[in-house]
């Protein structure tokens, strides 16, 4: 292999070879982008599927309606009664109702200094403990009492309570069932899945005095009216990009729109659009929403501790009542009860262009790559670039179309019985200049700084516009 070095000396200052990484990198950016555009059609998308055989969704009769309207809304009047009172009476309250239901409820409180405000609250719980379990395994009903728009999430309080009082009825459950109300939907989920897997601050937040086992799905409730609903929005987004196991949302969405026959939505794409312009926009959301990186809902506290979560909104204004939005929920609840083994068949990294299609890492990855890819091309041809003597630039240059090189004296390199001819600048050692690259990179770093000062101090009400807004909903009469 001896003859090799020489002829790779010789062949890495040919200046034809300093011409072609500009192309291959407009080539794999055009590529990757095209290969991007692609994928919401047919062809490369394909429809969802259960991947975990043991949820069943949508294969049990749900019997949550009748009797239980009329529990939901004197709990309804309790939580209206309750909007102007101060945090600790609505936990007062909070904590009588759960006693009243036969459960044990349990109080938590929490402040946190985020964005230049100070946020304090409390959370309260209460534990069902499964009558065929051995409290091992647990599943979350979220209800925050302030949702996420900061309104007053009245319909969901209730319909957890009612739901609680209905659930203790039922002796098939085989993990525990913990009944969650945060003070809101930020930071009180927040301080409750910190606390529940002791990570949390002693001095800003109170250890819960009561748990259970491993969190095996959680599920937040966002019914902030009293009027019904259209339609229900699935919001799966996490913290960081993460995203919960693919099956927990096929699993929301086959029921709903299945079982149900309500329909279901993500993205905030409210009108159901098989197109590829609809597709397209709902998948770069997902992508945007995912760049950014930040919480969409209380459902997104507990994906970083690989405990898969989603939201169920209600939106519009149509036919579907609380009692329809309880049956979901018990059906999903009966499906996660199912589970054997943490979600782990389906897949965690995909992009929803629908509620029933998507797209798998495996396909969407190359695209990246590509993407990816010409920033690599171009930077090792800088460095390469970089270490090239100054009679070689001058020998590539042009004058008049003719090409014209500096003519050089020949020497002859020998290695071994090998030889081969070079030109004396290919033995020539380039000293590159490190000092400039380096103060800028460890510049542009420090710079940095800059927004993460702004993003902790700066008022929570300013957040980032959507790049791809949306119609508002529109009531339907």
Request: proline share 5%; glycine share 8%; charged share 15%.
């Amino acid at each position: 292999m001896a003859w090799i070095s020489p002829a790779i000396l010789s062949l890495r200052r040919d200046p034809r070879l300093l011409k072609l990484p500009p192309y291959l990198s407009a080539i794999c950016s055009l590529v990757g982008v095209i290969w991007l555009l692609l994928l919401p059609l047919n062809k490369y998308s394909r429809y969802t599927y259960i991947s975990e055989n043991a949820l069943l969704p949508g294969q049990v009769h749900t019997y949550f309606g009748g009797s239980e309207q009329n529990i939901f809304r004197a709990y309804q009047h309790e939580v209206e009664s309750l909007a102007d009172k101060e945090q600790n009476e609505v936990v007062d309250k909070l904590e009588d109702i759960f006693k009243s239901a036969g459960l044990r409820p349990a109080r938590q409180q929490y402040e946190y200094i985020s964005s230049g405000q100070s946020t304090s609250g409390e959370n309260i719980y209460s534990i069902l403990h499964a009558p065929r379990g051995d409290a091992t395994e647990a599943i979350v009903l979220v209800a925050a009492w302030k949702n996420a728009d900061g309104k007053l999430n009245r319909s969901a309080v209730a319909l957890l309570l009612t739901l609680a009082r209905y659930f203790k009825r039922w002796s098939l459950w085989s993990k525990d069932i913990i009944f969650l109300i945060p003070g809101d939907s930020w930071a009180g989920p927040q301080a409750w899945a910190d606390a529940y897997h002791d990570v949390h601050s002693s001095g800003t937040v109170s250890t819960l005095p009561l748990k259970s086992g491993a969190l095996q799905g959680v599920v937040a409730i966002d019914f902030p009216f009293s009027h019904r609903f259209e339609s229900i929005h699935i919001v799966y987004d996490g913290i960081n990009g993460q995203l919960p196991n693919l099956d927990l949302v096929n699993t929301a969405a086959s029921i709903a729109s299945g079982q149900m026959g309500i329909p279901a939505s993500i993205q905030q794409m409210w009108k159901r659009n098989n197109g590829y312009e609809a597709r397209l926009k709902t998948m770069l959301r997902g992508m945007f929403r995912q760049g950014l990186g930040h919480a969409s809902g209380p459902h997104s506290s507990f994906i970083p501790y690989h405990i898969d979560a989603i939201t169920l909104q209600a939106v519009g204004e149509g036919w579907q009542d609380e009692m329809a939005m309880g049956r979901t929920v018990e059906s999903i609840f009966r499906s996660l009860n199912n589970l054997l083994e943490h979600f782990h068949q389906s897949f965690f990294f995909y992009l929803l262009m629908q509620p029933n299609r998507f797209v798998s890492i495996g396909t969407y990855l190359p695209s990246a790559m590509l993407l990816a890819g010409n920033f690599t091309i171009m930077a090792i041809a800088l460095w390469i670039q970089s270490g090239r003597t100054s009679s070689e630039e001058e020998g590539t240059q042009q004058d008049d179309g003719n090409e014209k090189r500096t003519k050089e004296l020949v020497e002859v390199v020998k290695e071994g019985d090998s030889a081969a001819v070079v030109l004396p600048s290919a033995l020539t050692v380039v000293e590159r200049k490190m000092f400039l690259p380096l103060v800028v990179v460890v510049g542009a770093h420090l710079m940095g700084l800059l927004p993460l000062y702004i993003f902790n101090h700066s008022s929570a009400d300013v957040s980032l516009s959507d790049p791809f807004p949306h119609p508002p909903l529109k009531s339907h009469n």
